[in-house]
């Protein structure tokens, strides 16, 4: 019964390339983020999505593009691969943004570009 | 901006040992703060959360205190075990909805 869940768990690709990192919660929340963590451990917000409509976007490359077509799924898409994109992204989601509000994380996507 | 630190950056402690970790954050206007683990290769688990308005959160042996004031917080570990070996994460949630993560503490609990 996993609550996040993302696919690939591993990708590994060539500079240049496109790919998809698909997200999906059942757990009836209607917010879903996605983090960045890189080699330093440190993690930051990309993305964020509330009822299918981006509410935060932080400063990312717009070659990142997320889509959420309904509100238990916010995929990323990333174009033309750079090194400098290997990381390990991570997919959460939470009900609501308020006081009171967990967030809960899926088990990450190490991506690796080469 | 909202910083938030955490000290030490490592601890490796003997098994049954209490042990506290430290999280500080520059910007007191929070909706709450969340502790988190995080295995090797895995992805987060949420342990506690302490909302703005209260104080401290206990669950088992982890006790989480929050002094909004002074931006602190502590996760306190009684009984540490060899499974508590994880990297702690703290997090803040401020007025951008958005959580805003510390570098974390790499616990070790030697058997």
């Known amino acids: 019964d996993t609550a996040v869940s993302q696919t690939p768990k591993y990708l590994v690709t060539q500079m240049g390339n496109d790919k998809s990192i698909k997200c999906e919660q059942n757990?009836?929340?209607?917010?879903m983020y996605w983090y960045k963590q890189d080699s330093k451990k440190f993690l930051k917000i990309m993305f964020s999505?509330?009822?299918?409509?981006?509410?935060i976007n932080e400063t990312v490359p717009n070659r990142f593009s997320p889509k959420s077509p309904d509100k238990a799924h916010l995929n990323l898409h990333i174009n033309s691969l750079e090194l400098g994109d290997s990381a390990v992204y991570f997919c959460?989601?939470?009900?609501?943004?308020?006081?009171?509000?967990?967030?809960?994380f899926g088990q990450g996507t190490r991506l690796t570009v080469v | 901006k909202q910083e938030v630190t955490q000290i030490p950056a490592a601890l490796s402690v003997p098994e049954g040992e209490n042990l506290v970790l430290n999280c500080s954050f520059t910007?007191?206007?929070?909706?709450?703060l969340q502790w988190f683990r995080q295995d090797p290769g895995k992805g987060l688990t949420s342990l506690l959360l302490?909302?703005?308005?209260?104080r401290e959160q206990t669950s088992g042996r982890l006790n989480a205190s929050l002094d909004k004031s002074s931006g602190r917080s502590t996760l306190y570990i009684a009984a540490s075990q060899p499974g508590d070996s994880a990297t702690y994460l703290c997090?803040?949630?401020?007025?951008?909805?958005?959580?805003?993560f510390g570098s974390g503490t790499q616990l070790t609990v030697l058997p």
């Open positions: 999505y509330n009822n299918k409509e981006l509410i």
């Open positions: 997090a803040v949630k401020g007025s951008a909805r958005q959580l805003t």
């Open positions: 910007d007191s206007a929070i909706y709450n």
């Open positions: 959460a989601s939470s009900y609501g943004t308020g006081e009171n509000t967990e967030a809960f």
């Open positions: 757990l009836g929340h209607d917010t």
């Open positions: 302490i909302q703005s308005s209260q």
